[in-house]
C-alpha cells in the first residue's frame, strides 16, 4: 500500500478503489452473473484488506515518546492482517462459491494497479 494512502487521502483513495471494482463487476455482469459476481469478490479481495489496514492505522495513536520498534511491528501486525484477510476472501470465492478465475483475476489486478496509480491522480 502506497505511504499517501495513511495521510489524509485515504477515503478518496478508497472510494477510487471500491468505484473501480463496482464498475468493472458492472460490466462483467453483461457476460453473466456469475462473472460480475466473481468480480465483485476479486475486487473485495483487493479493496477489502486495505479498509481493514486503514482502520487498524487509524486507531493507533503514534505519539512522539513512542518507540519505532513498537510503530514497525503495529504495521507488520496490519500487513499480516491484510495478507489473511485476502486469503480468507480469496479461498471463500474460489471454495463456496465457485468464482470464475478471469473476471476475479482481472478486477483484483484492475484494483491493485488502482491502489498504485490513485495517488498520483488524488494529488492532483
Same mark, same amino acid.
Given at each position: 500500500?502506497?505511504?499517501?494512502?495513511?495521510?489524509?487521502?485515504?477515503?478518496?483513495?478508497?472510494?477510487?478503489?471500491?468505484?473501480?471494482?463496482?464498475?468493472?463487476?458492472?460490466?462483467?455482469?453483461?457476460?453473466?452473473?456469475?462473472?460480475?459476481?466473481?468480480?465483485?469478490?476479486?475486487?473485495?479481495?483487493?479493496?477489502?484488506?486495505?479498509?481493514?489496514?486503514? $482502520?487498524?492505522?487509524?486507531?493507533? @495513536?503514534?505519539?512522539?515518546?513512542?518507540?519505532?520498534?513498537?510503530?514497525?511491528?503495529?504495521?507488520? $501486525?496490519?500487513?499480516?492482517? @491484510?495478507?489473511?484477510?485476502?486469503?480468507?476472501? $480469496?479461498?471463500?470465492?474460489?471454495?463456496?462459491?465457485?468464482?470464475?478465475?478471469?473476471?476475479?483475476?482481472?478486477?483484483? $489486478?484492475?484494483?491493485?494497479?488502482?491502489?498504485?496509480?490513485?495517488?498520483?491522480?488524488?494529488?492532483?
Amino acid at each position: 500500500m502506497s505511504v499517501s494512502l495513511y495521510g489524509g487521502n485515504a477515503i478518496k483513495q478508497l472510494s477510487i478503489q471500491l468505484i473501480t471494482f463496482v464498475i468493472l463487476s458492472g460490466a462483467f455482469c453483461a457476460n453473466s452473473i456469475e462473472w460480475g459476481a466473481s468480480a465483485l469478490a476479486g475486487g473485495l479481495a483487493c479493496w477489502l484488506p486495505n479498509v481493514v489496514f486503514m $482502520l487498524l492505522t487509524r486507531f493507533q @495513536k503514534a505519539k512522539e515518546e513512542d518507540e519505532p520498534v513498537r510503530i514497525a511491528w503495529f504495521f507488520a $501486525l496490519g500487513a499480516g492482517l @491484510k495478507v489473511v484477510t485476502t486469503i480468507t476472501v $480469496l479461498v471463500v470465492a474460489f471454495g463456496v462459491f465457485k468464482a470464475s478465475l478471469t473476471p476475479l483475476g482481472l478486477t483484483y $489486478l484492475a484494483v491493485l494497479i488502482v491502489q498504485i496509480v490513485a495517488p498520483a491522480v488524488v494529488k492532483r
